[in-house]
């Protein structure tokens, strides 16, 4: 397996509170990627990173902010979760711009 | 438009039979083109990847890309209990997001 680790892998959080994600990977990969699964949906890319403090929005990028200030650690920030933010977050890694990705565990996350 | 469109499903195939997965893609300049499975809570992962017009062949897989149509499948012959699962395309564009489809859920019955 890849050596990608999201944590938490479960949270509960209420309505307006700050949450953060976090993704380590041990690969070195250069690529990032921040998911969320709802069902209907399939994976919908939130923000990504091509490199250190280098990033940029997906498709459903409102609400959520990143950070990636060293290789190894990509962060997804909801600044004030709200309950539509209820989903499964996934993070995913790749080696180069198209090359095939490797996704985490992911994280289950319920606002309240 | 989405980026990436697939056959809404759910397919429904019996033991041993061909199961035809299509997706759609909007930027005509993708280059990378990928088959995910996922089974119930569980993580994404690779089954097949083709960057070339035409076809690949991997085991039980075939991934056929025509880029004048925008156009990726996946066949599965000898369908298997074991491959019960959705299928996610991933397309990856020229500015380098990686994007998906809403996923068909294939059932095989036994």
């Known amino acids: 397996d890849a050596g990608i680790t999201q944590s938490p892998r479960h949270k509960v959080t209420e309505t307006g509170t700050p949450v953060t994600l976090r993704c380590h990977q041990t690969?070195?990969?250069?690529?990032m990627y921040w998911y969320r699964q709802d069902p209907g949906h399939g994976l919908r890319l939130i923000h990504y990173?091509?490199?250190?403090?280098?990033?940029d929005k997906g498709e459903v990028s409102d609400g959520y902010s990143v950070s990636r200030s060293k290789t190894e650690d990509f962060l997804l920030t909801l600044e004030s979760a709200t309950s539509s933010q209820t989903s499964v977050y996934f993070c995913?890694?790749?080696?180069?711009?198209?090359?095939?990705?490797?996704f985490g565990q992911g994280t289950r996350l319920t606002v309240v | 438009q989405k980026e990436v469109e697939q056959n809404s499903g759910p397919l429904s195939v019996p033991e041993g039979a061909i199961a035809s997965l299509n997706c759609t893609y909007s930027?005509?300049?993708?280059?990378?083109f990928f088959w995910y499975r996922q089974y119930s809570g569980k993580s994404p992962e690779l089954i097949m990847f083709?960057?070339?017009?035409g076809d690949k062949e991997d085991g039980r897989f075939t991934a056929q890309l025509n880029k004048a149509s925008q156009y990726v499948s996946l066949l599965i012959r000898d369908s298997q209990p074991s491959d019960s699962a959705t299928y996610l395309c991933?397309?990856?564009?020229?500015?380098?997001?990686?994007?998906f489809g809403a996923g068909t859920t294939v059932t095989v019955r036994a």
């Open positions: 995913a890694i790749a080696t180069g711009q198209g090359t095939e990705a490797f």
């Open positions: 690969e070195n990969h250069r690529y």
């Open positions: 990173s091509y490199g250190v403090k280098d990033t």
């Open positions: 930027d005509r300049g993708s280059q990378s």
């Open positions: 083709i960057y070339s017009n």
């Open positions: 991933a397309v990856n564009s020229r500015d380098y997001k990686l994007s």
